[in-house]
């Protein structure tokens, strides 16, 4: 299992910013994906899910209206769409694969992360 982000950078607040998770060495259609951040000296926040269709998701309240997560499962990859980028953003963000198909199931493999600084 290979998971792999992109498309962090440094952007001022107010901007926007699209993630990319590549996923390889399994059949990504079959599984819960989510996007975790962690940001500098906190623990980890898990704040989107999405269920291996795409047609449910869930987000955390911090996040809820300005991050958007989706899934094209014919390009196995996952994405997080960020709008109105807060200072509070700030963080390494991470996509990890769900162990399974249902609400619920555990993370059992993460991507190496992808930055995000928002400053002015």
């Known amino acids: 299992v290979q998971l792999v982000e992109s498309g962090g950078g440094l952007l001022q607040p107010g901007g926007s910013l699209r993630l990319s998770c590549v996923a390889s060495?399994?059949?990504?259609?079959?599984?819960?994906m989510s996007w975790v951040r962690q940001a500098p000296g906190k623990g980890l926040e898990w704040f989107s899910d999405?269920?291996?269709?795409?047609?449910?998701?869930y987000y955390s309240d911090s996040v809820k209206g300005r991050l958007t997560i989706s899934r094209d499962n014919a390009k196995n990859t996952l994405y997080l769409q960020m709008n109105s980028l807060q200072t509070e953003d700030k963080a390494l963000y991470y996509c990890?694969?769900?162990?399974?198909?249902?609400?619920?199931?555990?993370?059992?493999?993460w991507g190496q992360g992808t930055q995000v600084t928002v400053s002015s």
């Open positions: 999405i269920n291996s269709s795409g047609g449910s998701t």
């Open positions: 060495g399994f059949t990504f259609s079959s599984y819960y």
């Open positions: 990890a694969k769900g162990s399974g198909s249902t609400a619920g199931c555990a993370r059992d493999y």
